[in-house]
């Protein structure tokens, strides 16, 4: 079971940082993800981290937004900085076998978090 957290309203030029927390045994295991879905758009990858702390990251959000974890609380972060209106979505954390962008290989989606940047 995963659940997001840490979304809420921000100015432009502000900071955020996301949480997902997670139970169960296997979590430092795990390949940790975290996407966005803005209305009316698909379901966009954001970042993932492997239980090495291997990361990836869309191209165009690396250098803003920074995916870490703390194994010892079962938890993924998203550091997101200088955000911009554009980054106005939900959030979603959840896991994966391999490491990848696409989210049809990811599972265990938790409820999402809203992040709403205002201009």
């Known amino acids: 079971q995963l659940q997001a957290s840490g979304g809420g309203l921000v100015q432009a030029g502000g900071s955020l940082r996301l949480s997902c927390g997670a139970s169960?045994?296997?979590?430092?295991?795990?390949?940790m993800g975290w996407f966005r879905q803005a209305p009316g758009k698909e379901r966009e990858f954001v970042s993932a981290?492997?239980?090495?702390?291997?990361?990836i990251y869309t191209e165009s959000l690396q250098g803003r937004f920074t995916i870490s974890r703390d194994n010892a609380k079962n938890t993924v972060y998203l550091q997101m900085n200088s955000l911009k209106p554009e980054d106005t979505a939900v959030y979603f954390c959840?896991?994966?076998?391999?490491?990848?962008?696409?989210?049809?290989?990811?599972?265990?989606w938790g409820q999402g978090t809203q992040v709403t940047v205002s201009s």
């Open positions: 959840a896991t994966a076998a391999v490491l990848s962008r696409i989210p049809t290989t990811y599972h265990n």
């Open positions: 169960g045994r296997n979590f430092s295991n795990t390949i």
């Open positions: 981290i492997t239980s090495g702390a291997t990361t």
